[in-house]
């Protein structure tokens, strides 16, 4: 009885022993990259963007980062006139794909009293025609002297985008081309379309802006634009619902401080729109391979 007694407070002070060496230690290692996800206990934040392809990009980028901070991230696909009105409403957090002063200007003038401007995270954006390199013209001006070989239209994308707006409304009419048609489809339409006309060689002129991954694989210009009817050179800035700030003050951080280089952007959407990669896994490997990127955004 006197041995059974022994071997039962040996196992007892085993046993102790292994709980508290796992209860200093907190059983998982939280230092890996000083961006260990907490299991979102700080809330879930719902972002939207508009399918495009720099949208999408910045869109996974944010999630994983937040993911990592201690957030849950929910995401909605819309158009752009909804996404704006659903973070000024409050019914979505954010949104990382706010194209200023020219392209969504009337969204801006629209709703900006209602809505938080948290800044730039790309800084040379622009907006443009663009059309494949084997083109012999150089200038949308060009344009209306070659309709049968254009088949006198411009292939868009979404109508509530503001390249379509200010394509139909100022670009089209400053340059003859009023009775072209402007084609509607969604940004992975209009690059299909590019697609299938680029391999047979034909002429085709496509709403298009940098940056954006068709650039990779294609040989592609940006027609010329005397009369400068889509802008100069813009940024795309991060807006959020307003009190955002105070309520989720790590999140806005974190989107404050979010900013790319064209090569930096460009690489997270030709992983997903060249090599197939799926979203969620390309933003991750991209935040994984850049810790000195994201440790700037998270300070």
């Given at each position: 009885m006197r041995v059974r007694n022994i071997v039962l407070a040996l196992t007892l002070v085993s046993v102790l022993l292994i709980c508290f060496m796992i209860g200093c230690t907190g059983g998982t290692d939280s230092t890996n990259s000083g961006t260990s996800s907490t299991g979102g206990d700080k809330g879930t934040i719902e972002l939207v963007y508009v399918q495009w392809a720099c949208a999408e990009a910045e869109t996974y980028v944010a999630e994983a980062v937040l993911e990592d901070i201690g957030y849950d991230v929910?995401?909605?696909?819309?158009?752009?006139?909804?996404?704006?009105?659903?973070?000024?409403?409050?019914?979505?957090?954010?949104?990382?794909?706010?194209?200023?002063?020219?392209?969504?200007?009337?969204?801006?003038?629209?709703?900006?009293?209602?809505?938080?401007?948290l800044g730039s995270l790309f800084d040379d954006a622009v907006l443009a025609i663009v059309a494949p390199s084997y083109v012999t013209i150089d200038s949308i001006a060009e344009m209306k002297d070659y309709e049968e070989e254009f088949n006198k239209q411009i292939v868009g994308i979404d109508p509530g985008a503001g390249i379509m707006q200010h394509t139909s409304e100022d670009t089209m009419p400053a340059y003859g081309l009023e009775d072209w048609t402007l084609v509607e489809s969604s940004g992975p339409a209009m690059v299909a379309e590019l697609d299938r006309a680029y391999n047979k060689g034909e002429w085709i002129a496509v709403t298009g802006w940098k940056p954006h991954y068709m650039f990779f694989p294609y040989d592609l210009k940006l027609l010329e634009d005397p009369q400068n009817t889509l802008g100069k050179a813009e940024e795309i800035r991060v807006i959020a619902r307003q009190g955002f700030s105070e309520d989720m003050p790590d999140a806005a951080n974190v989107l404050r401080n979010m900013f790319f280089t064209d090569a930096q952007l460009g690489e997270v959407m030709y992983n997903i729109n060249v090599e197939g990669i799926d979203p969620e896994e390309a933003a991750r490997n991209w935040v994984d391979e850049n810790p000195n990127v994201i440790d700037e955004w998270i300070v």
């Amino acid at each position: 009885m006197r041995v059974r007694n022994i071997v039962l407070a040996l196992t007892l002070v085993s046993v102790l022993l292994i709980c508290f060496m796992i209860g200093c230690t907190g059983g998982t290692d939280s230092t890996n990259s000083g961006t260990s996800s907490t299991g979102g206990d700080k809330g879930t934040i719902e972002l939207v963007y508009v399918q495009w392809a720099c949208a999408e990009a910045e869109t996974y980028v944010a999630e994983a980062v937040l993911e990592d901070i201690g957030y849950d991230v929910e995401k909605s696909v819309v158009e752009t006139g909804v996404m704006w009105e659903s973070v000024a409403k409050g019914d979505m957090d954010a949104f990382t794909t706010a194209w200023l002063p020219y392209s969504q200007q009337s969204y801006w003038e629209k709703y900006k009293d209602q809505v938080e401007d948290l800044g730039s995270l790309f800084d040379d954006a622009v907006l443009a025609i663009v059309a494949p390199s084997y083109v012999t013209i150089d200038s949308i001006a060009e344009m209306k002297d070659y309709e049968e070989e254009f088949n006198k239209q411009i292939v868009g994308i979404d109508p509530g985008a503001g390249i379509m707006q200010h394509t139909s409304e100022d670009t089209m009419p400053a340059y003859g081309l009023e009775d072209w048609t402007l084609v509607e489809s969604s940004g992975p339409a209009m690059v299909a379309e590019l697609d299938r006309a680029y391999n047979k060689g034909e002429w085709i002129a496509v709403t298009g802006w940098k940056p954006h991954y068709m650039f990779f694989p294609y040989d592609l210009k940006l027609l010329e634009d005397p009369q400068n009817t889509l802008g100069k050179a813009e940024e795309i800035r991060v807006i959020a619902r307003q009190g955002f700030s105070e309520d989720m003050p790590d999140a806005a951080n974190v989107l404050r401080n979010m900013f790319f280089t064209d090569a930096q952007l460009g690489e997270v959407m030709y992983n997903i729109n060249v090599e197939g990669i799926d979203p969620e896994e390309a933003a991750r490997n991209w935040v994984d391979e850049n810790p000195n990127v994201i440790d700037e955004w998270i300070v």
